[in-house]
């Protein structure tokens, strides 16, 4: 059973930065494919940004890129996710995710395990 806890959300002006840090515990942290998703007020839970096991590999929606970067640490069982200039429609409860199936992923039905979310609220 993997446990995930999402840190580092509050509130942050327009063009302003956050860091969000998602630690593991159980099983081995280094064979996950890892996400960050996001869910704002009544929409659909979306894809965000992923890297691979390795970290070699990422991938990010379009409306996040040149904005934001994932990364993780294997050796501390955390991925984070970097925003910086961040805008009002960023605005969502941000949830971190584990993939045991595949090396990477987009795609939310493919992710075992999720954190309970950190809220992110971006003021104009």
């Known amino acids: 059973q993997v446990q995930l806890v999402e840190s580092g959300g509050g509130l942050v002006q327009a063009g302003g930065s956050l860091r969000l840090s998602c630690a593991a515990s159980g099983g081995t942290f280094s064979s996950y494919a890892m996400g960050w998703f996001r869910q704002a007020p009544g929409k659909e839970r979306e894809f965000v940004a992923a890297?691979?096991?390795?970290?070699?590999?990422?991938s990010c929606t379009d409306a996040v890129k040149g904005r934001f970067t994932i990364s993780r640490d294997n050796a501390k069982n955390t991925v984070d996710l970097q925003m910086n200039s961040l805008k009002p429609e960023d605005t969502a409860v941000y949830y971190c995710?584990?993939?045991?199936?595949?090396?990477?992923?987009?795609?939310?039905?493919?992710?075992?395990?999720w954190g309970r979310g950190t809220l992110v609220t971006v003021s104009s």
């Open positions: 890297i691979s096991r390795s970290g070699e590999s990422t």
């Open positions: 995710a584990a993939n045991l199936k595949v090396p990477i992923s987009t795609f939310k039905g493919g992710y075992s395990y």
